[in-house]
């Protein structure tokens, strides 16, 4: 937070060190060189065979200068389909019923043919066979690991062999996992991937920002990546951002980030658990092996709108997610709950348990709700405010989580202390 609000956001900087179109940038090349030699630290690679542009804005850019720099327009592509957990990023069209044509949700998907491949419908896990076999006959340029709402680890072996089968490039979108990776909490892409990217503010805890990182071989990946990045995308890049990211690298490094990864997997096990084990809820693909759990709400009958909405009207932020088998990403499935946020406040096993005893009583009441309100989202979320069951399970939440620690205030200090803000 220091880093965000310092000198360094008034600062433009664009180019790359010791080559800026603007002077006065010898501190700047500094911070730029130690956020790359700290990001290239963090995943133990080595700075003969891979570099780092740390100047993308945040994932999404970092994964479009990838495309521009190392696919041809209309290039093919597969990436994770959205329901299955994928990224818009990595490609995605819709049906038009109005148009009675196929929509291009993703600007991916407008400068690039996309086929996205799935999970298995019965397990939840990637479908390396249905990939392997459409791959076969897409012959893609590019095919992309990674999603944002798979709770499983990757097998990477497994797509290098489809990729090297097709002559494919390999990316890896770690955007959601990259602190578990750098802690060896999940497998590394590195051995196996041609390009690695990656958000710095999920499970890395850092600030809003993006990475790429690159082999250096004879492909000449380097320079095409860099000049993607700027000035064919962006302008100055915010060095305020990257100061904030190698100070963040750095305690990624330290043996107390190691044991806040793992409570992370932990606790996100136990809420799976928790809602599977005591409640009988489904889990897509049985549970999680991450820091994520995707709860599959299409068994009791209610939509991740919905329930969403209840669980803001209680203080709970979860966000409504597209699960197996949902046909619109309008009206998803499920919903998606991460254990970063919460494990940084300090919070257990056995609370993450309570958050399942809670999230069972909120799905409780909004059947209720439902069975009054009818189909439409916005007559059940006009019912939301007159329910005494909600309001009673706001106020024990609100107590609950007032009695963990905060990053930057003590809960204690709070002026407003009711969950109604005053």
């Not at 419908?121 to 390396?128: A, C, F, K, L, R």
């Not at 791959?135 to 944002?148: E, H, N, V, Y």
């Not at 909405?309 to 309008?330: E, F, Y």
């Not at 007159?386 to 024990?396: A, F, G, H, Q, V």
Request: neutral net charge.
């Amino acid at each position: 937070m220091e880093c965000l609000g310092s000198a360094l956001t008034n600062k433009y900087s664009e180019g790359l060190p010791h080559a800026r179109y603007y002077g006065g940038n010898e501190i700047v090349d500094q911070v730029e060189i130690m956020c790359q030699k700290r990001a290239l630290e963090a995943y133990g690679l080595d700075p003969e065979k891979w570099g780092v542009n740390v100047q993308p804005y945040s994932g999404s850019p970092a994964n479009f200068a990838v495309y521009t720099a190392l696919l041809r327009p209309h290039d093919r592509i597969m990436g994770l389909d959205l329901p299955s957990g994928g990224h818009l990023t990595h490609g995605f069209y819709t049906y038009s019923k109005k148009e009675g044509t196929r929509k291009a949700v993703s600007a991916t998907s407008v400068y690039f043919e996309s086929l996205p491949y799935r999970v298995h419908p019965e397990t939840g896990y990637v479908d390396h066979e249905q990939l392997a076999r459409d791959a076969g006959l897409f012959k893609p340029a590019m095919i992309i690991c990674g999603g944002s709402a798979y709770p499983r680890d990757w097998d990477y072996a497994k797509f290098r062999e489809i990729a090297d089968a097709n002559g494919s490039l390999l990316m890896m979108d770690m955007a959601h996992i990259s602190g578990l990776v750098a802690t060896g909490e999940q497998s590394s892409p590195f051995d196996y991937c041609d390009i690695v990217t990656t958000t710095t503010h999920k499970s890395l805890r850092g600030p809003r920002a993006g990475m790429i990182f690159f082999r250096k071989d004879e492909r000449g990946f380097e320079s095409r990546i860099n000049q993607a990045v700027f000035p064919a995308l962006q302008g100055g890049p915010h060095e305020h951002q990257i100061a904030g990211v190698a100070t963040q690298l750095k305690e990624v490094c330290t043996p107390e980030f190691k044991v806040y990864s793992q409570q992370v997997k932990k606790n996100a096990a136990a809420l799976a658990n928790r809602l599977q084990t005591k409640y009988g809820y489904k889990m897509a693909s049985g549970g999680t092996e991450n820091h994520l759990v995707l709860w599959d709400l299409k068994p009791n009958g209610i939509t991740g709108s919905k329930y969403e909405k209840a669980c803001d009207h209680v203080c709970i932020t979860l966000n409504k997610n597209c699960v197996p088998g949902d046909r619109s990403a309008v009206t998803p499935g499920g919903v998606r709950i991460g254990a970063p946020a919460l494990t940084t406040r300090k919070m257990c096993e056995e609370d993450f348990e309570q958050i399942g005893d809670f999230l069972h009583e909120v799905l409780e009441a909004s059947l209720k709700i439902q069975e009054k309100s009818g189909p439409k989202l916005k007559d059940f979320a006009a019912m939301l405010d007159s329910d005494e069951t909600l309001k009673d399970i706001r106020e024990r939440v609100n107590k609950f989580a007032t009695s963990f620690p905060m990053p930057g205030f003590d809960p204690k200090e709070m002026k407003y202390t009711s969950p109604n803000g005053v």
